[in-house]
């Protein structure tokens, strides 16, 4: 396995591109299912929960070619198998997302149950409940979900919980559904939202789009001819390369970004003491050298503060001036990048659901590890300010997510190398 040695004290300075979204281009690669006509998906990032995606769709027969630049066009009409394998589906949770698509174009699906995952149980009940709602059969059998189903018909939906891939999985099954389907507390992260523009560039009818209450009036067909859809930029990249930036009292330039999806990310960098600056389509952030200051967050479904990027906020409080409490609702045990940061120096106490972080001057390279992208991703921010070498070990979770990390930190004047296993 791949690691990161990462050398601390270098004041990041630079500009970037953001990447495509991972968290829209999974569903809409997914939703590819539904076209009948092939699909043009562009600005898909380089990662490897994408690569996981066109295995899944390769394998059920699904016809895929990608260019130098990560178009990636999708011909569906050569599928032959609707199953969704346990070694894929435990690899990456968000193969989930076939479901809906499968069941609604083909009338079957055969997908994994994905079980409990190191952030924590994520069931996928909604996901299920919602379908049978609309009519599905559904047996769950030897650790799959089989679903049936002639032509689902549409219904009333008030989701149980805010669920981002449970809004997309119903959404994408609502779109081929006989009548119109009404769906109450639905999630309105800005990747749904995108899911959603690209269903109706297919000819799909959804109105509410970037509420929590989604309208889909069902059509017979969608992707009667090649639909071009560009995935919107990941917010969740932007606000790391942000902290990054903080962390290290830098300054960074994010370009081919949308400053309008981190209101409340962007909030708590000016806390912590960040000038930022937007436009259109870019972000600065300028820390002028300075430490930031320790900031409270409580992560909840968008627009609030996403629990994405909790773990490197909890990085940043770290070695933060003062204390900052961290208050994670959204699930239940997404803290293990505390232990970790406690090996580096960290002063953090968990107390249920909060970490109480109280900033220390300095943070120590340690070996490290952790088992989710996003915790990953803390720890190698902590380590851009930390005395001597980090080695970040277990960085498959990285490359799920981040585009080049290492690339891109170099860019920006970090002391980073991957040393492959
Ligand atoms: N939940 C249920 N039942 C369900 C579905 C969800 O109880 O049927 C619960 C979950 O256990 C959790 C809460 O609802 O406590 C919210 O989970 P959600 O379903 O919204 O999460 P998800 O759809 O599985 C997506 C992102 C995650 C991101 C969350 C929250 C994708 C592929 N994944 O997961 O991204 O953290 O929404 O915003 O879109 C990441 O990129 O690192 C990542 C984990």
Not at 86 to 106: D, H, K, N, Q
Not at 153 to 180: D, P, S, Y
Not at 335 to 345: A, D, K, S, T, Y
Request: charged share 20%; with cysteine; glycine share 10%.
């Amino acid at each position: 396995m791949d690691k990161l040695i990462i050398t601390g004290g270098a004041r990041l300075d630079g500009e970037l591109r953001i990447s495509g979204a991972k968290n829209a281009a999974l569903p809409i690669l997914a939703a590819t299912l539904l076209s009948h006509a092939p699909v043009r998906i562009g600005n898909v990032p380089h990662l490897h929960d994408i690569t996981t995606t066109m295995e899944l769709l390769g394998r059920m027969g699904v016809d895929l070619t990608v260019d130098e630049k990560m178009n990636i066009q999708v011909d569906s009409s050569t599928i032959n198998s609707f199953v969704a394998p346990y070694e894929l589906v435990r690899t990456m949770r968000a193969s989930i997302l076939v479901l809906g698509p499968l069941l609604a174009r083909f009338g079957e699906a055969h997908v994994s149950l994905p079980g409990g995952c190191a952030i924590g149980s994520r069931p996928v009940d909604i996901h299920i409940n919602g379908l049978i709602q609309m009519g599905a059969d559904i047996n769950l059998e030897g650790g799959f979900i089989h679903a049936k189903a002639k032509r689902l018909k549409g219904c009333r939906l008030v989701l149980e919980q805010i669920t981002v891939t449970g809004t997309e999985n119903l959404l994408m099954a609502a779109v081929l559904a006989e009548g119109t389907t009404i769906m109450e507390n639905a999630a309105k992260e800005p990747e749904v939202t995108d899911l959603a523009h690209f269903l109706n560039k297919m000819g799909a009818k959804i109105i509410g789009i970037g509420t929590d209450g989604l309208t889909s009036e069902g059509v017979e067909k969608l992707g009667e001819t090649t639909v071009h859809y560009d995935i919107l930029p990941d917010r969740i990249e932007t606000g790391t390369y942000l902290c990054a930036a903080a962390i290290t009292g830098g300054r960074v330039k994010l370009k081919d970004t949308r400053p309008d999806l981190l209101d409340a990310v962007l909030a708590k960098l000016v806390e912590a003491g960040a000038e930022i600056t937007t436009g259109e389509d870019w972000i600065e952030l300028n820390m002028h050298g300075k430490r930031p200051k320790a900031v409270s967050i409580r992560t909840l479904p968008y627009p609030a503060f996403p629990t994405d990027m909790q773990a490197q906020f909890c990085a940043m409080n770290a070695i933060a001036e003062g204390v900052g409490v961290v208050t994670e609702t959204v699930f239940e045990n997404r803290f293990m990048h505390v232990n970790e940061l406690q090996r580096m120096g960290a002063e953090i106490r968990l107390e249920s659901n909060t970490a109480i972080c109280t900033g220390v001057n300095k943070l120590t390279g340690a070996p490290v590890m952790a088992t989710d992208l996003r915790a990953s991703a803390s720890l190698v921010i902590a380590a851009l300010v930390a005395e001597g070498d980090t080695i970040v070990d277990r960085i498959y979770h990285i490359d799920r997510g981040y585009d080049h990390i290492e690339e891109k930190l170099s860019q920006l004047g970090a002391t980073i190398r991957r040393v492959p296993k």
